[in-house]
């Protein structure tokens, strides 16, 4: 938050069983809102009820323009998006002050529009012939449907690849386990080759004596 212009006005205030008056006012006006403070010491100091400012968001304006009523004199309006709400009113000394006023509120509005325009685009589906907005939260939604998509699929691989792993172990036990009986198998037959070779042998060696 960037202070962009403070001093001294007249803010007009209205009640609604006693006539308008202007109050004297300290605005402070930032980049990201308006502060209407009571007296200058709420600007060093807000940690106390007396000293708490009126804030206004900028997003809630949509223009400032001269008020222009009988009987007054270097007057400017904040008009709010909203008609069921007062714009603000202030009072300056001189039309200078008022001029100086009026060009930082309209070119904080302008820029402001222009971020929450670049922020809430329109999208090219319609439905019922109304165009529909996509706002912050949506595009925020959107992004997290993507990482869990994202998030499924590597889980997805990896359960794969764990269960080609424990297949491959498995068969390659299967086979260690069927090649140990063939050696067997073959060990005993080679035994018994050989002992009836000798048999044979001696049974000559005794028919030759």
């Known amino acids: 938050m960037v202070l962009l212009m403070w001093g001294w006005v007249h803010q007009r205030i209205t009640f609604r069983f006693r006539p308008t008056v202007w109050k004297k006012r300290y605005l402070v006006l930032t980049t990201m809102s308006i502060h209407i403070h009571k007296s200058e010491k709420g600007v060093i100091s807000s940690l106390f009820p007396d000293n708490l400012p009126t804030v206004h968001v900028w997003s809630n304006f949509r223009s400032a323009n001269n008020y222009l009523k009988r009987g007054t004199s270097h007057t400017f309006m904040i008009e709010p998006k ?3 709400v007062y714009p603000l009113k202030f009072k300056c000394v001189t039309s ?5 006023w009026l060009s930082a509120i309209r070119e904080q509005l302008a820029l402001t529009s222009k ?3 670049t922020i809430t685009q329109p ?3 319609t439905f019922d012939r109304k165009i529909l907005s996509v706002s912050v939260l949506d595009k925020w939604l959107d992004q997290l449907a993507v990482i869990d998509t994202s998030s499924m699929i590597r889980q997805q691989q990896k359960a794969l690849r764990t269960n080609s792993s424990s297949r491959k172990s498995s068969t390659s036990s299967k086979k260690r386990r069927s090649s140990v009986p063939t050696i067997q198998k073959k060990s005993a037959l080679d035994l018994a080759h050989y002992g009836n070779g000798n048999t044979l042998k001696m049974q000559k060696i005794t028919a030759n004596c």
């Open 82 to 84: 909203d008609p069921n």
């Open 96 to 100: 200078e002050e008022k001029e100086k």
């Open 115 to 117: 971020i929450w325009s």
């Open 123 to 125: 999208t090219k589906h």
